[in-house]
T-cell receptor, first 115, second 115 residues
Framework: GENVEQHPSTLSVQEGDSAVIKCTYS??????FPWYKQELGKRPQLIID?????GEKKDQRIAVTLNKTAKHFSLHITETQPEDSAVYFC??????????????FGKGTLLTVNP | DAGVIQSPRHEVTEMGQEVTLRCKPI?????LFWYRQTMMRGLELLIY????????DSGMPEDRFSAKMPNASFSTLKIQPSEPRDSAVYFC?????????????FGPGTRLTVL
């Protein structure tokens, strides 16, 4: 089955700095890579995702990059703000058209943005 | 839209007791997932259903755990007998599989404490 490794487990940055979280996956058939954000005591929520036919995707201050050859993908947050403080999870799956799939999650990264 | 509904939000029970967690997916979503979240193991998929049918229960820890989905709007996760190591936050998530929408929408979770 799929195995997803995520680093670092904790990350502390100053407000305005950039943050980068990295994940590796084991199953070369995986083709869908979402990132979820979980604020303290809340539910995980999707913030951005990328498919294997794309190398990079951006949405305002967040971006995700994918290297299929190396089987790793990363989350980049620029101009960090205190409200970015949360646990971020990467995940991977082989999604054949959006039906009958399951996500394998990384262990999560606790991001703290210091004012 | 009410989102995914879970009950109870908190459950405290004694070792050996039966625990039943409940989930109502978003109307029209035909995939339903049960996750367990702990500090040590992160987010683990326990079981998922598609069109009320269990597709993959390989994440169910042992025979003490069982899940059912009698209809499209209701699912239960039962632990009998419960043990202290079952203490965790249990999330239910749903997705409209086959529509091209890949996001899994999580419920607020049930925090289970087994004494």
């Amino acid at each position: 089955g799929e195995n997803v490794e995520q680093h670092p487990s904790t990350l502390s940055v100053q407000e305005g700095d950039s943050a980068v979280i990295k994940c590796t996956y084991s199953d070369s058939a995986s083709n869908y890579f979402p990132w979820y954000k979980q604020e303290l005591g809340k539910r995980p929520q999707l913030i951005i995702d990328i498919r294997s036919n794309v190398g990079e995707k951006k949405d305002q201050r967040i971006a995700v990059t994918l290297n299929k050859t190396a089987k790793h993908f990363s989350l980049h947050i620029t101009e960090t703000q205190p409200e970015d403080s949360a646990v971020y999870f990467c995940a991977a799956t082989h999604n054949s058209g959006g039906s009958n799939y399951k996500l394998t999650f990384g262990k999560g990264t606790l991001l703290t943005v210091n004012p | 839209d009410a989102g995914v509904i879970q009950s109870p939000r908190h459950e405290v029970t004694e070792m050996g007791q039966e625990v039943t967690l409940r989930c109502k997916p978003i109307s029209g979503h035909n995939s339903l997932f049960w996750y367990r979240q702990t500090m040590m193991r992160g987010l683990e998929l326990l079981i998922y259903f598609n069109n009320n049918v269990p597709i993959d229960d390989s994440g169910m820890p042992e025979d003490r755990f069982s899940a059912k989905m009698p209809n499209a709007s209701f699912s239960t996760l039962k632990i009998q007998p419960s043990e202290p190591r079952d203490s965790a936050v249990y999330f239910c998530a749903s997705n409209p599989s086959g529509t091209g929408i890949n996001e899994q929408f999580f419920g607020p979770g049930t925090r289970l404490t087994v004494l």
